[in-house]
């Protein structure tokens, strides 16, 4: 369970987050969804610990984030910010490889060398590995960070131990921003099976369609406070979206599946 309790955070006196209390359980995708500048990032900063909140606090599990040794939370937690260039000429393998850091020591295993491989080909980026990252499309590049968080999360096999059930925490700040249609489905497909295995999902995400789709929880942020959280039907309605995003939508009915589909 990860919670948050009246968190608060400001910037120059400018309140950006504004009093939210949530609790996301493991098992639930949950995605958050709101205007620009509504709070969304920097909520997502607050939950991963990226940056402290001036007041409230988030615990995982039972314990509080701040207290988690961060080589402890690099096994736990990954995160996917919208920042996508790097600093450095790496390969594409390379730089998946960075989310086995918390894993190896100086090289790494010819086990995390097939996790890299693994998390490639579900993004289907796998013959993309010997290519240099910065010469990637900008939805190549979003794929291969994405392989990258997948890689930190993964679940080692057990040697007949009992195999890893331990909760695990991944944020993904507009994950398929850049991806075509086909790849928005597939992520949100894996990322929704990841989420059925314990572990926390929490996407930003812009497509309301999409997470009335996709989602089991949303957040809906307006100015830096929750105005509404809950089931998609309940919270994405004809009403919220008018207040919040000032457009008028109609909803109407899947002709296959029979669920809620916007139009404006
Ligand atoms: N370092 C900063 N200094 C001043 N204002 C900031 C800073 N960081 C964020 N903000 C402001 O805080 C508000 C919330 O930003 P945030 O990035 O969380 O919004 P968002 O909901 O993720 O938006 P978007 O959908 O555009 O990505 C915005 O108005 C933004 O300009």
């Known amino acids: 369970m990860l919670r948050a309790k009246n968190l608060s955070?400001?910037?120059?006196?400018?309140?950006?987050?504004?009093?939210?209390?949530?609790?996301?359980?493991?098992?639930e995708f949950t995605m958050v969804l709101?205007?620009?500048?509504?709070?969304?990032?920097?909520?997502?900063?607050?939950?991963?610990?990226?940056?402290?909140?001036?007041?409230?606090?988030?615990?995982?599990?039972?314990?509080?984030?701040?207290?988690?040794?961060?080589?402890?939370?690099?096994?736990?937690?990954?995160?996917?910010?919208?920042?996508?260039?790097?600093?450095?000429?790496?390969?594409?393998?390379?730089?998946?490889?960075?989310?086995?850091?918390?894993?190896?020591?100086?090289?790494?295993?010819?086990?995390?060398?097939?996790?890299?491989?693994?998390?490639?080909?579900?993004?289907?980026?796998?013959?993309?590995k010997t290519r240099a990252f910065e010469s990637l499309s900008g939805g190549e590049k979003q794929k291969v960070h994405l392989a990258r968080v997948l890689a930190q999360l993964y679940r080692q096999p057990s040697d007949g131990a009992a195999p890893d059930q331990s909760i695990k925490y991944l944020f993904l700040d507009e994950p398929i921003s850049a991806l075509d249609i086909h790849y928005q489905h597939q992520i949100l497909k894996l990322v929704r099976e990841l989420a059925s295995h314990n572990m926390i999902v929490f996407v930003i995400v812009h497509d309301i369609n999409l997470a009335l789709q996709y989602a089991q929880k949303v957040i809906l942020l307006d100015q830096g406070r929750i105005y509404g959280i809950g089931h998609p039907d309940e919270v994405l309605t004809e009403s919220a979206i008018e207040t919040v995003f000032k457009l008028k939508t109609y909803f109407m009915t899947h002709p296959e599946t029979g669920r809620r589909v916007m139009v404006c």
């Open 34 to 128: 709101g205007p620009n500048g509504a709070g969304k990032s920097t909520l997502l900063k607050l939950l991963t610990g990226t940056e402290t909140p001036h007041q409230g606090q988030v615990w995982y599990g039972d314990q509080p984030l701040k207290s988690i040794p961060l080589a402890t939370l690099a096994r736990q937690k990954a995160v996917l910010s919208q920042l996508l260039s790097l600093p450095f000429d790496l390969s594409v393998t390379e730089v998946v490889m960075m989310g086995r850091y918390p894993y190896f020591d100086l090289n790494p295993t010819s086990q995390d060398k097939q996790i890299a491989d693994d998390c490639l080909k579900a993004v289907g980026m796998f013959s993309f």
């Open 9 to 27: 955070f400001q910037i120059g006196g400018n309140l950006l987050i504004n009093d939210i209390s949530l609790t996301l359980a493991p098992g």
